[in-house]
């Protein structure tokens, strides 16, 4: 964390200074908004706290509820989404009050008597290390509220309008704010800071607002989805689930424990939660009849108790409260398209869809809201990108060419671990069968599988030997590293923070040479993406964060000879930043770790710290091509 740049700061430094939009934003919705986003959950809220670090860019949410979301239903947060909070700055206060995953016990059947269940095998959930973080439960809301909190300390001053209804839009295609949206007051406005009392005779109030883009983030039935003409096509599994929250006494010795339970009675998918008390309990309720009209969803809460304990046997559960409990039946089902671009007037895309009403599947494998949070984050940035000018608005056309091959394989996913799950004990090739998908697939539902190719934002693979731990389209992975500086041992993904900017890490050769010469043409081509890319006035690093990687132990790295690329002038004393160059770590050499060439290496990592290019320290020009398929020039 960076501060007193500015000047002397006592108060919370997470509060960054008011920038454009920022500084007087109105309270009441206005006519004309950039980006109007419909619906505050994970994805919509992420879309708005990363747009929120674009100062020029006007930004709205409209959400229905009058208020913030008090109980949400989805719990899982897979390491990679914690990798995603540390970029928006909450990751260690999360983990805090989260539960932590650190292994998950498998039960069956016991051969001698196959009406008890024995505890089978025990796997560690991230054996191989793929995050230095872990997998955790909380509630939805608490993750709503931290990225809320992140857009409303942003320049932008992010915020929610709650107590708006989504009533349809036009796309007329024509002018600067090409949409036009039509909501409705339903329980008055109160967002930035208006009282729902003070306000509640406007409700029923039909409101008109012009947009340039709009973002459907309404939930598995979006309105804004059926108002391009989208819909989500699938199957249902046809077999319920009971899920509830409970407070309970039991005798079953992993209660505190994520547990995977087959029994002759059923199955249950055990999860506990934050707070030490609480678990989340999926029971099995067996197949359904599709001609009975949803009739499992009367499922009485007694019956889903009686349903666990029959399970559970020969242990007990003694349920003391139920917060919340739903029955649901499994269903896996993706829309035709993340945007309107096949029906918009001029073929653009200015609607986009994310989150629910883009993808649908059962909520056993924890992916619902963590997929959804990388649906926003890939498109905030980009549209971001468009709107202050900085890229061709054919940028946002990938993210529905990205997305819709990730959602696409998590429906596939899903739909093996969701039947897996129904099977019945007689069913297994072998006991283990469960255990053994469990280990083998860990890297595809932590959120680490997803690899983005064929897009003006992923390069060629020719060099990708030169850093072969980093494969392009796939995320950053993080590695320990040694500051220079002041000695202090840091992961270097930890410093890619959510503020829209592209990273460029240098790895230096043995000698330094290459990397010394790389720097000056960066510095003084004007060839180089900072000539062509970073407007004129701007700071250095204000379009690229660029960093050194050195090969050395950091006391012999002298920062009185390193390029004043990686010591650049910051904020309105030009103060120098000390934190762009780096030593590989002692006892875990990145270098090695990632198979980075010893004759150096350059790594282009996007907003969302997903590698776009590897490259060699010497293809300067093949750098700046790469990249002018994503940037606008600004000094033309």
């Not at 860019?57 to 540390?86: M, P």
Request: glycine share 8%; proline share 5%; net charge negative.
């Amino acid at each position: 964390m960076q501060f007193h740049h500015h000047g002397y700061v006592s108060t919370d430094p997470r509060i960054l200074p008011a920038a454009g939009v920022g500084i007087d934003r109105p309270a009441d919705l206005p006519e004309h908004i950039d980006v109007l986003i419909v619906g505050s959950g994970p994805a919509g809220i992420v879309t708005a706290a990363q747009l929120a670090q674009f100062p020029n860019v006007v930004t709205r949410v409209v959400e229905r509820r009058d208020g913030r979301l008090v109980l949400g239903q989805a719990d899982g947060i897979q390491a990679r989404s914690v990798e995603t909070f540390q970029a928006f700055g909450f990751a260690q206060q999360i983990i805090q009050e989260a539960y932590r995953i650190t292994e998950t016990d498998f039960w069956s059947p016991d051969p001698e008597n196959p009406a008890n269940i024995v505890r089978s095998s025990i796997t560690p959930d991230d054996a191989n290390g793929i995050s230095e973080f872990p997998h955790l439960i909380v509630n939805q809301a608490r993750v709503i509220d931290y990225f809320a909190e992140y857009a409303r300390r942003a320049p932008a001053r992010g915020d929610v309008d709650y107590g708006y209804e989504f009533v349809g839009l036009e796309v007329t295609g024509e002018g600067e704010y090409p949409v036009t949206v039509t909501l409705r007051r339903v329980s008055g406005h109160t967002g930035a800071g208006i009282n729902a009392a003070q306000s509640g005779d406007q409700a029923g109030e039909t409101v008109v607002v012009h947009a340039k883009y709009v973002v459907g983030a309404d939930g598995a039935r979006s309105s804004v989805r059926r108002a391009i003409g989208g819909s989500l096509a699938g199957s249902t599994s046809l077999h319920a689930w009971g899920v509830m929250d409970v407070l309970a006494v039991t005798d079953f010795p992993d209660f505190r424990k994520k547990c995977i339970i087959h029994s002759a009675a059923g199955s249950i998918l055990h999860i506990p939660r934050e707070g030490n008390h609480l678990a989340r309990i999926y029971v099995d309720l067996g197949e359904t009849d599709e001609h009975d009209a949803g009739k499992v969803r009367d499922t009485a809460l007694d019956e889903i108790i009686a349903r666990a304990n029959a399970i559970l046997h020969p242990y007990t559960l003694d349920v003391r409260d139920v917060p919340w409990h739903s029955v649901y039946e499994v269903a896996h089902r993706l829309t035709d398209r993340f945007d309107d671009a096949a029906t918009s007037p001029d073929g653009k895309g200015r609607v986009f869809l994310m989150g629910d009403a883009c993808h649908t599947h059962s909520a056993k494998a924890g992916q619902g809201m963590n997929v959804s949070m990388q649906d926003g984050w890939n498109l905030g940035w980009k549209l971001g990108y468009v709107l202050e000018g900085r890229s061709p608005d054919t940028l946002l056309k990938t993210y529905s060419d990205e997305r819709w091959v990730t959602s696409k394989n998590l429906i596939d996913f899903d739909h093996q671990w969701s039947t897996l799950m129904a099977k019945k004990p007689e069913e297994f090739a072998s006991p283990d069968e469960v255990a053994e998908f469990y280990v083998q697939t860990a890297e595809f539902p932590a959120g680490f599988m997803t690899q983005y190719t064929d897009t003006i934002l992923v390069g060629s693979d020719a060099h990708q030997g030169l850093a072969s731990g980093f494969t392009l389209g796939k995320r950053f992975k993080s590695v320990l590293t040694t500051r220079v500086s002041d000695a202090v041992d840091v992961h270097l993904g930890h410093h890619h923070r959510a503020d829209g900017r592209f990273r460029i890490y240098a790895f230096a050769d043995a000698s330094g040479e290459q990397l010394d010469a790389w720097a000056q043409w960066m510095l003084e081509s004007p060839d180089s993406p900072i000539a062509k890319f970073t407007p004129t006035g701007a700071d250095l690093d204000s379009i690229f964060d660029v960093k050194a990687v050195y090969q050395q132990h950091h006391h012999s790295v002298d920062i009185a000879r390193v390029s004043k690329l990686f010591l650049p002038a910051s904020g309105p004393f030009a103060l120098t930043d000390y934190e762009k160059i780096y030593a590989a770590h002692p006892t875990d050499d990145i270098f090695e770790a990632r198979g980075i060439s010893r004759e150096g290496a350059i790594v282009v990592v996007r907003p969302d710290q997903y590698v776009s290019a590897i490259l060699p320290l010497t293809a300067t020009t093949e750098l700046t091509e790469f990249l002018s398929a994503t940037f606008l020039p600004q000094n033309a």
